[in-house]
């Protein structure tokens, strides 16, 4: 396993964006896909998107295509989620996460390391 560290997180009016970062502490990163998922109250936990380390491919949930956008900066071993265009519902606790199995992988239980957690809030 690995720490995961995310920073980014905040208030924001409908219709705004907010980037949020991911790194791991203190060490390169290692893994197969970089996800990002996120928790509302009482809601069970969702993948958000997703991006393959070794091609830097990437994957979405349908709520989000076309507002968010994943990419890793490797000269600074960072994995960012950039969203835009957000919307009251997108409001939640944001987790980034890495698992070591290829694929398009958007369950949380294909994920071994998780991040801390950064609230996300959107008010209308």
């Known amino acids: 396993q690995v720490q995961l560290v995310e920073s980014g997180g905040g208030l924001v009016q409908a219709g705004g964006s907010l980037r949020l970062s991911c790194a791991p502490a203190?060490?390169?990163?290692?893994?197969?896909?970089i996800g990002w998922f996120r928790q509302a109250p009482g809601m069970e936990r969702e993948f958000v998107a997703g991006?393959?380390?070794?091609?830097?491919?990437?994957f979405y949930s349908d709520s989000v295509k076309g507002r968010f956008t994943i990419v890793k900066d490797n000269a600074k071993n960072t994995v960012y989620l950039q969203m835009n265009s957000l919307k009251p519902e997108d409001t939640a606790v944001y987790y980034c996460?890495?698992?070591?199995?290829?694929?398009?992988?958007?369950?949380?239980?294909?994920?071994?390391?998780w991040g801390q957690g950064t609230q996300v809030t959107v008010s209308s």
């Open positions: 203190g060490r390169i990163f290692s893994a197969s896909t």
């Open positions: 991006l393959r380390w070794a091609s830097s491919n990437t």
């Open positions: 996460a890495r698992s070591l199995f290829l694929g398009d992988r958007t369950v949380p239980r294909d994920y071994d390391s």
